[in-house]
Every structure is written in C-alpha cells, then in structure tokens.
C-alpha cells in the first residue's frame, strides 16, 4: 500500500483510480463493507483503489478545547495498518486545515478529485458534504460527474439489528463498557496500540510497576479501570489497566495516559509496542485519600483481573 500526501505525487505513479473518502475512525464492519465495495468496482474498471483519508477529523480541527469533539477509536497509525490489511492499494492522507475548508466545492472537485486524482469512479455516501461551509453534497457530486467524465457511486450501508453501524455508535456502547458489541461491530476486539514510555515510576513505588501509553488522542474514548490483555507479538499477558487522568496523582499537563500493569511479568518495555487490548470494566476512575488507599485499591483491582482473566496464556 502506497501512502501519500501530494496528489501529484500519485498523478506521476497513475493515470486514474477508484476512491472513496472519509475519516474512517474505527475501520469498523460498515467501513470494511465500503472497502470491498471499492475492491470490486476498482477491478471491474481495471484500477487501483484509493481511499482519501481525512486527517485530522474536521470536528478536531474546528474544536475549541477537546471536549467539543468526539474521542478517537483510532489514530491515523492504526487506520493505515488497518485499511493495509484490507488490502487497498493506495492512501491518500487528505490534510484538514485553513486552506481546505476555505476550498469551494466546485475547486474540491476539481483540484483534488479529477486533476489530483483522475478519478474514475467515486463511492461516497449520499449524507457526504465537503467544501467551503459544506457548500457540496451528493447532487453537486453527480452533476459534476457527468461534467468531468466520473460515475459517482452510493456507499452501501451496513446495519445490524436496524441500526446503522457508524463510528458514534461504536463510541456510545464503548463507553458504556459493552466490549462484545463492540467487538462484533469492529470486526475485532477494541485495542489501543502504541510505544512504552518512561513514567514517573509511581506504579513501580507503590509495587505495581507499570506500561506508560500515550492514547494521542485530543479525547479518548473510555476512562477508567479495566480487565485487559497486552500483546506481546504472539504473546498475551492479563493486565491491570488505568486509561484516564490520574485523578489521584495527575499528570502535570493534565494529558490523558493509558497504565498498563501486566500480571507476573518482569520484562523491559520501554520503546517497544504493545497492544493493549480491553475486555471487561472494573470501576471508574476515582480520587483517592493518599498513596496508600491507592495502592490498596489498585491491589483489589488485579485480584480481579486474575479472577476475570483466569485463563489468558501466558
């Protein structure tokens, strides 16, 4: 898979493609049945296919503090290694910024869409608007389509049980701690990935050392104490983990961090990747009355990791 930012760039590798855009947060069922969508009309034209991947999310952008915008089921690392896996042959990373949502619709299509990209065919929801103040949509897409020789194309729409799959809904149930829905609805268990970090060496004082994560994200999904697995390449090992802020001992920037306290284990991490992966909620995160009540909570929360995670290989 070819990642690119400069859609001149791709005009020197190709001539045309099928694509479709968006932001993709979650690469979730509904997103992977656009995807095969896109595989199999890219091989009835005999093209690539492309995905224009929006970066950061516009809500992001425009947001005045995190707590205006939606939280992240993935950043743009995970997106990629997912969207790869699907096997899609190009990616190009589309930059929110100034100049974009100044872009008249019209310029959009023709900048990006037909002299950027040469599109052939383009698969977009019917609910899509794009350009200045979200001045285009689906119709002004069609009639340009014909102006410039492109077909334009409905996503298909995935529901279960009636409801349309998207990414807030993904949001509403994790949140409410629903890691089985969740998981069918991805397609995959819910995990956040990322390198080990030095801490402050607190977990370690209080005899419960620590995996330091930095979510990267303006606003994470979920908040609390949960039963997790962290994978080590082919290895899985019950952790302990705390996603929030520390209501107890902060973070000086007041940022968000993922702790992971893997069970028995006593190797260095740091600079390594792991793969914190989560499946059942202990309790909310909570301000404790000094270090020690803490680490008597923390004591009975691994205590119920073992028993909720009895089983996991080690």
Do not use: W
Request: proline residues 3%; contains cysteine; glycine residues 8%.
């Amino acid at each position: 898979m070819i990642i690119f930012e400069d859609p001149n760039r791709f005009s020197q590798l190709q001539q045309s493609c099928v694509a479709t855009i968006g932001k993709f947060d979650g690469v979730h069922l509904g997103h992977q049945l656009i995807l095969d969508q896109l595989k199999q009309k890219a091989e009835q034209f005999s093209l690539p296919s492309l995905v224009i991947l929006i970066e950061p999310h516009p809500e992001e952008f425009f947001a005045a503090s995190a707590d205006d915008c939606p939280a992240r089921l993935t950043v743009v690392s995970e997106k990629l290694e997912l969207l790869e896996s699907f096997g899609i042959d190009y990616v190009f990373q589309l930059k929110f910024n100034r100049e974009l949502s100044q872009l008249c619709a019209d310029d959009y299509i023709k900048d990006i869409l037909v002299n950027g990209l040469g599109i052939a065919s383009f698969i977009v929801g019917n609910d899509f608007r794009f350009g200045h103040k979200r001045g285009g949509d689906f119709s002004l897409l069609r009639q340009r389509g014909e102006e410039y020789g492109f077909e334009v194309v409905e996503t298909a729409a995935y529901e279960r049980n009636g409801l349309r799959i998207s990414s807030t809904y993904i949001r509403e149930e994790l949140a409410k701690a629903n890691f089985d829905l969740v998981e069918q609805l991805l397609g995959r268990a819910f995990s956040i990935k990322g390198e080990v970090v030095q801490g402050q060496q607190l977990g370690t004082g209080l005899g419960f050392p620590t995996c330091n994560i930095n979510p990267q994200r303006q606003k994470i999904p979920l908040v609390g104490v949960y039963a997790c697995e962290v994978r080590l390449g082919d290895r899985f090992h019950p952790a302990a983990v705390n996603i929030g802020y520390r209501p107890t001992i902060s973070n000086a920037d007041g940022s968000a961090l993922l702790e992971a306290h893997i069970l028995d284990f006593n190797e260095d991490l740091y600079g390594k990747t792991i793969e914190v992966i989560f499946r059942k909620k202990i309790r909310d995160e909570v301000k404790f009355d000094g270090l020690e009540a803490l680490k008597q909570q923390i004591a009975a929360d691994v205590d119920q990791v073992r028993e909720l995670l009895n089983g996991v290989s080690q």
